[in-house]
């Protein structure tokens, strides 16, 4: 008499771990998390020679970028970049486009990028004795690509502020992380997945 309700048993086991399974994926498939994006070189030799300008205007930086999710590749809009001085932000010292690109889940790329650095802007930014602390913000929007297709376009904003020595390179030799002034919202893709893990599981709990 016992075996059935032993089979029956097994068989709720069965179904509560294929429905965990199932919710696992679920989660995997709504949570989406934008690039992860850091600055990992940025040189300026027009700062070489403590406050007195060379003559190479050139500004180049190196972008690094994470994508976290594991079931959404991302396809990039050009990445602009800008560098402002510091603290005002109001004076542009020089630009940066990159081309677009589309990255696979869990991938990571660098992309390094080249311009023409605005010589009055980069001496008043600079303190004695020659180095410089500029703000670095990057403008872009990604589309995720999931089994169905691209989402929309969502815009991202973020930036963060890079100390330069007198020889112009980024002091910090880790990476920057570039981050977004925007408010957060978090936990919205969380409490989804705990309405479909009431929704699944407790009327199966309940009838076995």
């Known amino acids: 008499m016992s075996a059935p309700r032993d089979k029956q048993g097994c068989g709720c086991c069965g179904g509560i771990f294929s429905l965990g399974l199932s919710a696992v994926f679920l989660w995997l498939w709504i949570h989406t998390s ?5 600055i990992q070189t940025l040189s300026l030799p ?13 500004l180049s930086l190196t972008l690094r970028l994470v994508n976290p ?8 809009d050009p990445l602009n970049v800008t560098v402002y001085d510091f603290p005002n932000r109001s004076n542009v010292i020089g630009n940066i486009s990159m081309p677009g690109f589309y990255q696979g889940y869990m991938k990571k790329a660098s992309k390094l990028g080249r311009g023409t650095a605005n010589m009055s802007v980069v001496l008043p930014a600079t303190s004695e004795n020659g180095t410089g602390v500029f703000r670095v913000q990057m403008a872009t929007a990604v ?22 020595n007198a020889s112009g390179v980024k002091v910090d030799p880790k990476g920057i992380r570039l981050r977004s002034m925007a408010p957060k919202m978090t936990g919205s893709s969380f409490a989804v997945l705990v309405a479909l893990v009431n929704y699944l599981f407790f009327p199966l709990l309940c009838f076995w």
Do not use: E, M, W
């Not at 934008?34 to 850091?38: E, M, T, V």
């Not at 999710?69 to 990039?76: A, E, H, S, V």
């Not at 690509?145 to 502020?161: C, E, L, M, P």
């Open 34 to 38: 934008n690039p992860r994006c850091s």
């Open 46 to 58: 027009s700062l070489s020679g403590a406050s007195n300008l060379t003559s190479d205007p050139t």
């Open 69 to 76: 999710n594991q079931l959404k590749g991302i396809k990039y």
């Open 143 to 164: 589309k995720f690509r999931t089994i169905y297709g691209y989402s929309k376009r969502h815009r991202i904003r973020v930036g963060a502020d890079v100390v330069v």
